[in-house]
């Protein structure tokens, strides 16, 4: 097995929606904000080499919608998804497997692009099972009026459409193969799935958005996008507590700074630990 970071593009959100009730004066120590209190985020995806399968966690978001809708996100740097697989000797053609944590606009729109004559859609994977959870697809499908602006059916429909979806069974599914497991969160969305990798001798945690950034590591600060706060303080302080005990590597979806860290229990509970690359870590 090996393991690829893939860059898909930065963008920017308010501070005060990614740490919902926590003071600005207490979240800009970890997380600085621009003028206009927006603080900048990454899509980071990560890339499964595992026998005869090229499996890739979340894609970022894409190119499809207009440029209103990239203006409320002020996105910049020079990667993207199919410039990072190349850097890597891969391209989207590769891909066997597409794996969605959810299906937020930020997670899974790099997944569809519009045909040639932009009249429909078509896969970005053309090769690719397309893998959600069916408690989740249903989650977005009817979304509620709070999510419905981060379940965009254009990213998700065609999915369905295009027959390459299919569902995890499960926390306990092998589907992707002995050395992935799942575990399903509902604070943030329902049945979100954080995948946890088996490689070198450890786990490697996809922690999506269950903790976006090393600044969300104490446990009240949870993002304002939460749809169950009080369960996503169980949840991260559960999952938490069990990476401190078993040295779990964290790698982070959306901190612009860190790609992944480690964490450990203090007095104050569960704090960081070390924050590294993850070629750093497993350098022989």
């Not at 099972?129 to 989740?136: G, I, K, P, R």
Request: with cysteine; proline share 4%.
């Amino acid at each position: 097995m090996k393991l690829h970071v893939i860059n898909t593009g930065n963008f920017k959100l308010d501070g005060g929606a990614m740490f919902g009730v926590v003071p600005k004066s207490l979240w800009s120590k970890t997380n600085s904000a621009d003028e206009n209190n927006m603080c900048s985020w990454t899509m980071r995806c990560l890339l499964i080499e595992e026998g005869n399968k090229l499996i890739l966690i979340d894609n970022g978001m894409g190119d499809k919608q207009d440029a209103k809708f990239y203006s409320h996100y002020f996105l910049h740097g020079d990667d993207t998804l199919e410039k990072s697989l190349n850097k890597k000797g891969f391209s989207t053609d590769d891909v066997t497997d597409m794996f969605l944590t959810h299906l937020h606009f930020d997670h899974c729109g790099g997944g569809i692009k519009y045909n040639k004559d932009k009249t429909g859609f078509e896969p970005v994977f053309k090769n690719a099972t397309y893998w959600s959870n069916q408690e989740h697809w249903q989650w977005a499908t009817v979304p509620n009026a709070r999510e419905k602006a981060s379940f965009l059916k254009e990213n998700i429909l065609p999915m369905k459409d295009l027959g390459q979806l299919k569902f995890i069974e499960g926390e306990n599914s092998k589907q992707l193969g002995e050395n992935i497991s799942f575990s399903y969160m509902r604070g943030h969305t329902d049945a979100m799935m954080i995948p946890q990798i088996k490689y070198k001798n450890k786990v490697v945690a996809f922690m999506a958005d269950l903790l976006p950034s090393t600044g969300h590591i104490p446990l009240p600060y949870v993002m304002g996008y939460d749809t169950r706060p009080l369960l996503t303080l169980d949840e991260k302080q559960n999952f938490l507590f069990k990476a401190a005990d078993e040295e779990t590597i964290l790698f982070l979806e959306h901190d612009y700074t860190n790609e992944c860290c480690t964490v450990q229990r203090t007095e104050k509970g569960v704090r960081l630990k070390d924050t590294f690359k993850l070629d750093e870590f497993f350098q022989p």
